[in-house]
C-alpha cells in the first residue's frame, strides 16, 4: 500500500506538472489511493488530453454530478469542490497527504465532508526530485536555449566598440542591458523557450540579488549573464550564469574568478548521492575562506552578509528555477537523479563581482556537467 494523496491545481504548480505532462491553465484534482491508482478530476474540455496520460483514469465533473450541484449551490466554485468530493468518494479516499500549495478554501471545504487532509512539503519535494526521461531531455532544451543566449551576449560584447568615455557602442548604439537582455530572448524563441528568468547586469550592479541589470556598459567592468529559459516543450528550466569583461580585466575582477573558478572545480569533483548538502557548501566556501573572503560560515550570527561569498552555493532545477535541494546549511543530502544549479561567487558592493554556475546531474558514479559553455571572462565572437 502507498501513501494517497492529492494536488489540486494546474499545471503552472510543478507537483501537478511532474505527473501531468500537458499545459493545463485552470485547477483540477489528481487523485492517488492507497491501493496505487491515479484519477484526475477535471472539465470535460480537458478530459481528452488527460486520457493520454498512461495510467490514469478520467473522471469529467459532469460525471461527478457538477450540473445537479451547480442548480443546488450557490456558485460554481462550490459545485466544483462537490464534485471533487464525490471523486474522493467514489476512489475511497478519506485521508490524504497534500502539498503546501494546496488551496485554502478547498482544504478547508473537504475537511468539512470529513476528509483527512495532511500538509506534507518534503513527500511532495522529493517526487520530483528525480527527474524523469522526459524532463531531462526538456531541461537539455532549456540548456541550448541558455548557451546560444549566452554567446549572444559574449559575442554582441566581443563586436562592442569602445566610446571616448569608456561607453560600449555596438552599429552606432550604446550597448546597453536592456539590449543584451533582448538578444538572449531571441535565443530563447529559436529554441522554444519562454522567460523563466533574465539578468544582464553590469558593474556594481552584479553585486544587487537578482538585479535584472540597465544601462549602458562600460569597458573594464563585469557583465554577468544569468539566465534560466524554460522549455515549453515539458516546462522544465535550465539555470546558467557567466561573467564577461569587456577590454582588459583589472587585478580585482582576476582574483575573484580565481576563487569563484576554483569553488566551482572543487564542489564540481565532491558531487556524488549521499553527501550532505550542508558538506558541499562547506567545500564550496573552502578558497574564499582561505583567502579570507566572508562567507556564510564565517559571518557572525545575525550578520547580514553583502560582500565576498555572500549567498549559498546553489538549489535544484527542474519543473520550477529554484527547487530542492537548497545547496546552504539547511539538512540534507544528494540523491541520485537530482539535477543541482551551483553558482559560487565573490563580489565587493559599489564595484562588482564574478558568478559562474551550470547544471550538474546527481549520477551513481558523481557529477555528469549539463552545460557545454566556456567559463572563461573574455568575450568571444559567436560561432556561426
Given at each position: 500500500m502507498?501513501?494517497?494523496?492529492?494536488?489540486y491545481?494546474s499545471t503552472?504548480?510543478a507537483?501537478?506538472?511532474?505527473?501531468?505532462p500537458?499545459?493545463?491553465?485552470?485547477?483540477?484534482?489528481?487523485?492517488?489511493?492507497?491501493a496505487g491508482?491515479?484519477?484526475v478530476a477535471?472539465?470535460?474540455?480537458?478530459s481528452?488530453?488527460?486520457r493520454?496520460?498512461?495510467?490514469?483514469?478520467?473522471?469529467?465533473?459532469?460525471?461527478?454530478g457538477f450540473?445537479?450541484?451547480?442548480?443546488?449551490?450557490?456558485?460554481?466554485?462550490?459545485?466544483?469542490?462537490?464534485?471533487y468530493?464525490e471523486a474522493?468518494?467514489r476512489?475511497?479516499?478519506?485521508?490524504?497527504?497534500?502539498?503546501?500549495?494546496?488551496p485554502?478554501q478547498a482544504?478547508?471545504?473537504l475537511?468539512a465532508?470529513g476528509?483527512?487532509?495532511t500538509?506534507?512539503?518534503?513527500?511532495?519535494?522529493?517526487?520530483?526530485?528525480?527527474?524523469?526521461?522526459?524532463?531531462l531531455?526538456?531541461i537539455?532544451?532549456?540548456?541550448?536555449a541558455?548557451e546560444?543566449?549566452t554567446a549572444y551576449?559574449?559575442?554582441?560584447?566581443?563586436?562592442?566598440?569602445?566610446?571616448?568615455?569608456g561607453?560600449?557602442?555596438?552599429?552606432?548604439?550604446p550597448?546597453?542591458c536592456?539590449?543584451?537582455?533582448y538578444?538572449?530572448?531571441?535565443?530563447?524563441?529559436?529554441?522554444?523557450?519562454?522567460?523563466?528568468?533574465?539578468?544582464?547586469?553590469?558593474?556594481?550592479q552584479t553585486?544587487i540579488?537578482?538585479?535584472?541589470?540597465?544601462g549602458?556598459?562600460?569597458?573594464?567592468?563585469?557583465?554577468t549573464v544569468?539566465i534560466?529559459?524554460r522549455?515549453?516543450?515539458?516546462?522544465?528550466?535550465?539555470?546558467?550564469?557567466?561573467?564577461?569583461?569587456?577590454g582588459?580585466?583589472?587585478?580585482?575582477?582576476?582574483?575573484y574568478y580565481k576563487?569563484v573558478?576554483?569553488?566551482y572545480d572543487?564542489?564540481?569533483?565532491?558531487?556524488?548521492?549521499?553527501l550532505?548538502?550542508?558538506?558541499?557548501?562547506?567545500i564550496?566556501?573552502?578558497?574564499?575562506?582561505?583567502?579570507?573572503?566572508?562567507t556564510?560560515?564565517?559571518?557572525?550570527?545575525?550578520?547580514?552578509?553583502?560582500?565576498?561569498?555572500?549567498?549559498?552555493l546553489?538549489?535544484?532545477?527542474?519543473?520550477?528555477?529554484?527547487?530542492?535541494?537548497?545547496?546552504?546549511?539547511?539538512?540534507?543530502?544528494l540523491?541520485?537523479?537530482?539535477v543541482?544549479?551551483i553558482e559560487?561567487?565573490?563580489?565587493?558592493q559599489?564595484?562588482?563581482?564574478?558568478?559562474?554556475?551550470?547544471?550538474?546531474?546527481?549520477?551513481?558514479?558523481?557529477?555528469?556537467?549539463?552545460?557545454?559553455?566556456?567559463?572563461?571572462m573574455?568575450?568571444?565572437?559567436?560561432?556561426?
Amino acid at each position: 500500500m502507498t501513501s494517497a494523496f492529492i494536488i489540486y491545481a494546474s499545471t503552472a504548480a510543478a507537483d501537478m506538472h511532474h505527473l501531468i505532462p500537458h499545459d493545463v491553465h485552470d485547477p483540477f484534482m489528481y487523485i492517488h489511493t492507497e491501493a496505487g491508482d491515479d484519477y484526475v478530476a477535471c472539465s470535460t474540455l480537458e478530459s481528452a488530453r488527460m486520457r493520454e496520460v498512461p495510467g490514469v483514469t478520467v473522471m469529467p465533473l459532469e460525471s461527478l454530478g457538477f450540473d445537479e450541484f451547480k442548480a443546488s449551490e450557490p456558485d460554481e466554485t462550490t459545485a466544483e469542490l462537490d464534485c471533487y468530493a464525490e471523486a474522493l468518494k467514489r476512489t475511497g479516499v478519506t485521508k490524504a497527504l497534500i502539498p503546501p500549495t494546496f488551496p485554502t478554501q478547498a482544504a478547508d471545504f473537504l475537511r468539512a465532508k470529513g476528509l483527512k487532509l495532511t500538509v506534507d512539503e518534503k513527500f511532495f519535494s522529493d517526487a520530483h526530485r528525480c527527474k524523469t526521461d522526459s524532463e531531462l531531455e526538456s531541461i537539455m532544451r532549456a540548456q541550448k536555449a541558455a548557451e546560444e543566449a549566452t554567446a549572444y551576449v559574449s559575442d554582441a560584447l566581443y563586436r562592442a566598440d569602445v566610446a571616448e568615455d569608456g561607453g560600449l557602442m555596438l552599429d552606432g548604439e550604446p550597448l546597453t542591458c536592456e539590449h543584451l537582455q533582448y538578444l538572449v530572448r531571441l535565443a530563447y524563441l529559436r529554441h522554444g523557450c519562454d522567460d523563466g528568468g533574465t539578468i544582464v547586469a553590469h558593474g556594481p550592479q552584479t553585486c544587487i540579488g537578482h538585479c535584472a541589470g540597465s544601462g549602458q556598459v562600460l569597458e573594464g567592468e563585469p557583465v554577468t549573464v544569468d539566465i534560466d529559459p524554460r522549455d515549453l516543450q515539458r516546462g522544465c528550466t535550465t539555470d546558467m550564469t557567466r561573467t564577461f569583461v569587456k577590454g582588459e580585466i583589472n587585478d580585482e575582477l582576476k582574483f575573484y574568478y580565481k576563487l569563484v573558478k576554483e569553488s566551482y572545480d572543487r564542489t564540481l569533483a565532491a558531487i556524488r548521492p549521499g553527501l550532505a548538502t550542508a558538506e558541499l557548501h562547506r567545500i564550496s566556501c573552502e578558497p574564499m575562506i582561505e583567502a579570507g573572503q566572508p562567507t556564510q560560515l564565517t559571518k557572525k550570527p545575525g550578520e547580514s552578509l553583502i560582500e565576498g561569498y555572500f549567498h549559498s552555493l546553489g538549489h535544484g532545477v527542474g519543473l520550477e528555477v529554484h527547487e530542492p535541494p537548497s545547496l546552504n546549511q539547511t539538512p540534507g543530502e544528494l540523491v541520485e537523479g537530482d539535477v543541482i544549479a551551483i553558482e559560487p561567487g565573490c563580489y565587493r558592493q559599489g564595484f562588482g563581482g564574478v558568478r559562474l554556475e551550470s547544471l550538474v546531474l546527481v549520477t551513481k558514479d558523481g557529477g555528469k556537467l549539463l552545460a557545454d559553455y566556456p567559463y572563461g571572462m573574455e568575450p568571444a565572437p559567436l560561432q556561426r
